[in-house]
């Protein structure tokens, strides 16, 4: 069997493919069909968000329940990516990432289908759980297929796919909710399923670790399942109640203490979920924390970028989608750069790159008023877009390239899980941050745009709509009355925007740090790897 540098076994070349079949097993014609694949999940990343209104308006949610719309999902993919990516593995990656597109496409037209918030949820835990199942096994495609020297290109195409669905989302969904419904948003995803099904089904060529036999590691499963569930619902809860709270306080314990047990179990079970093996490669250990990290900053702004323009601002979601293309589109175009730099340079380069830019954004940004000109905002869009494509292929390449190909799957897992969690780290450790901020200051804000004291008093018990950049208007208040709460609830806003972004640029600049420690490293090897 061929080797590659890193020791692993050697994917196939680029014309190898199958006889009888045209395009069977082609590398390129499977990077297309996994493109498809992730489309229909950057898609989902945007569209519900934009679909949200719509949502609470038609099915008559509240605040909490309109967020377990998005949480739900997040819960159910946070904790099977990486079971799913060692089920690719050993189950096949072909057939896994297939199942996967089935599922999110009959997931998505469900909760199109659905009559009530509650089944829109439970459908969304089943999207979650198929979204688990194709995100780490288009990956492990992916390493399976290309060789060494081509994987860094095949990565970067492979996002500047999620970039593209990511930054044509907001628009779509903007338009299909103004011009159709909300349930269109979704039933966007059945044509796209249904094409990467037949393009799957025709070219992917299956693969699989053939060294995998024995009993399936269904304790670790549980395990880590288990404590990612504690992990990833402390922080949503912590988002909603802040840190200090009994229920984020008791699942971080439970987080820790399954965690500890899962390692243990890893070490002592013949075929381990997730061999620790993997973690004696430091540019895999810290590609994972630097993934973390790089999505802490980014995504959590995300969330705020978006509630200042729709609601400060007061653009629609069409007019907020087109205003963030600078951020968007430039990941398309960032993401093969990035592919190209890590080539050449390794992944260090980028990553460090990533990082600066991440923090010179956030920097930026929390210097913004309310009243800020676009002028202000876009030059700092187009560095969160570069930052986005350099963390992300970079740090992708770093974990998938240096994995044995026999656990790309698993690896992928890895990557997708780290995002993840880093995703909603960011939203709920800055979200607290901003709603803590707000309550400090809002009552000072309110009185000092003119709302009397006593009304400010009142509406100080507002800071959780104030926190979304919503003003607290009583209907039928006078208009030099509903004036002042406006401007004062968006002072108040800007001042916990602000200290988030401040918070999210000091964690990017201590970043670069690690970023620094990053090599061209090599993947352990066989038997390491199964340690």
Known sequence: MQTDTRGAPRAQTLDRVAPGRAGHGH?????????????????????????????AKDLGADLAGLQWVTNAYLLALAVTLIPAGKIADRFGRKRTFLAGVIGFAVASVLIGASGSLGMVIFWRVVQGFAGALLQPASLALLRNTFPPE????????????????????????????????????????????????????????????????????LSGVALLSGSLFALVWGLI??????????????SFAAAAVLGAVFVWNELRVPH???????????????????????????????????????QVHGMSPVDAGVRMLPMTGVFIVASPIAGALTSRFGPRLPLALGMAFTASAMFGLSRIGVDAAYVQLWPWFVLIGLAFGFVIVAGTEAIVGNAPAELAGVAGGLQQTASQIGGILGTSVLGVLLSTRVGDVLFGRLTDAGVPGSAAQRLSGEGGLVSQGVAPVPPGSPEPVAEAITTGSHLAFMDGFQTSLTVAGAVALAAILAALLVRRGTSPVDGAAAA
């Not at 992730?38 to 989902?44: A, K, T």
């Not at 912590?238 to 009994?246: I, L, P, Q, R």
């Not at 895999?284 to 900053?297: D, E, H, M």
């Open 27 to 55: 590398p390129w014609l499977t990077l297309l069909a996994v493109a498809l694949g992730v489309m229909m999940v950057g898609l989902d990343a945007t569209v519900v968000t934009i679909a949200n209104p719509a949502i």
């Open 150 to 217: 081509r994987l860094n290109a095949a990565i970067g195409i492979w996002g500047s796919t999620v970039g593209i669905s990511i930054a044509g989302g907001p628009i779509v969904a903007g338009l299909l909710v103004e011009n159709v419904s909300w349930e269109s948003v979704f039933f966007l995803n059945a044509p796209l399923g249904l094409i990467a099904l037949a393009v799957g089904s025709w070219v992917i060529r299956e693969s699989r670790d053939g060294s995998a036999g024995g009993a399936f590691d």
């Open 237 to 250: 809860k912590a988002g909603e109640d802040g840190f200090g709270a009994t229920v984020p306080l008791v």
């Open 272 to 310: 381990p979920l997730l061999p620790l093996g993997l973690f004696r490669s430091t540019a895999l250990s810290a590609a994972t924390g630097l993934i973390v990290l790089g999505f802490f900053g980014m995504f959590g702004t995300l969330f705020f970028i978006t509630l200042y323009l729709q």
